[in-house]
């Protein structure tokens, strides 16, 4: 089933869900109404992770759309000279209104002009407002009842339903140019051809390449098998954490290199956990950098190919994604917006003797103040430092206690748990005295 959102004001929604319900056998309609276009990026918004596919009502709420719908598909109807036509036979032939005496909106002058000769109809200079941006409501309204006022026009032809309402009002005779059956209908059609697209590119195998630079260097005796050992089964968990988030499966090859295979779909459906996250937990755990190269393709053997393009790409930056599509095309590299950052010294001289009595590092310390940041919160705790760290709660409560013991950290309130357990003890990170 394609997921399509359907916005629009409720009689232009009411009209696109009545024809859509001619396809539901293959499209699942969920209806956003607004009373005013400025609600549209908030529903688009909110809702975009749920939708395949949005299907607006005209321009006007696309306009104010698209730079929240991604690379996501979108529809909407334009108004065109079918469109046009209906509302011209009502105003000259069945009411009798010069064209010369009329105002119009949203319409283009070319398909005025064209609309115009095809039903032998004439208008030396008519007044027109195009639909070239999006335009505040008010503004329409303002275009035509000034010309009402100078006594320019006697009706007025608008696409939008507000201004139709408001000059209504006004006691103004309006006509609306609204869409016809058939033109929902078609794009209903262009919507099935589009979800058969990507129902192929979710089908597709993806491959993520992920490689962790000087995995030796990061224990204190390289000699010590037993320690990289461990090291090794901390990182595979966290790939295993990753690779089970999106319904894959994951290979080993070394210590500090992983093949991971799923579907476009599953990864695409997991926002939660981006590949920049997994990425900065294996830089967290390791005190290393790591790179990935994500590949699609139709094969396996052409995705784990784009995959090997991507990782080489990817070796060009520090801690990056790149992502290699089927078709060639190369993205990244990919961000995703809470990243970690920590520094491997402070020029805080209290601060670092403080620490050296807790006996805790410099660097654990920056990355427990990395995380709290990239948590977007003012507290941390040890369930929190376990999972990003890569360390059992039992370390991290320790590593909380000795930094709230000497004034690093404070202890300020406890966090009762979801199931059975003591309450968490919750800390916040002492501002620096250089920045108090």
Known sequence: MIKVGIVGPKDSVDAMVAVGREFSDHILLTSFIYQGVEQVPAYVAENDMETDIWFFSGVAPYSMAKTHIGKKKAFYPQVNSSVLTKVLLELVYRDGFSL???SFDTISEAHFRETLEELGLHCENPYLKPYKEFRKRSELVAYHTRLIQEGKVDACVT???????????????????????????????????????LHFKRSQIAVQLIEVTDMEKLVNEPAN????????????????????????????VGNSKFIIFSTRGSYEDNPDFHPTILLEKIKLLTHSHANMGIGFGVTALSAERNAQLALGHAKNHKDAVILVDYDGSIEGPLRQTNSISYEYWTQDKEISENLKKAGVSITTFNKIISVQKALGQKYISASM???????????????????????????????????RGRPRKIYRILPSPQTT
Do not use: C
């Not at 089964?233 to 080993?252: C, H, M, P």
């Open 100 to 102: 010369d005496r009329v």
């Open 159 to 197: 696409g939008t339903l507000f201004v139709t309402e408001e000059l209504k009002r006004q006691g103004i005779r309006v006509y609306r140019m609204g869409f016809t059956r058939f033109i929902f209908r078609e794009i209903f059609k262009q919507i099935l051809q589009e979800g058969e697209t």
């Open 225 to 252: 098998a037993y320690e990289l050992r461990r090291l090794d089964l901390k990182l595979q968990e966290l790939v295993l954490d990753y690779t089970e988030s999106i319904s894959g499966s994951f290979v080993a």
């Open 385 to 419: 430092i376990a999972e990003w760290m890569g360390m059992t709660p039992r370390n991290a409560r320790r590593i909380l206690s000795d930094l709230a013991e000497h004034n690093i950290i404070e202890l300020i309130g406890e966090e009762t748990p979801t199931n």
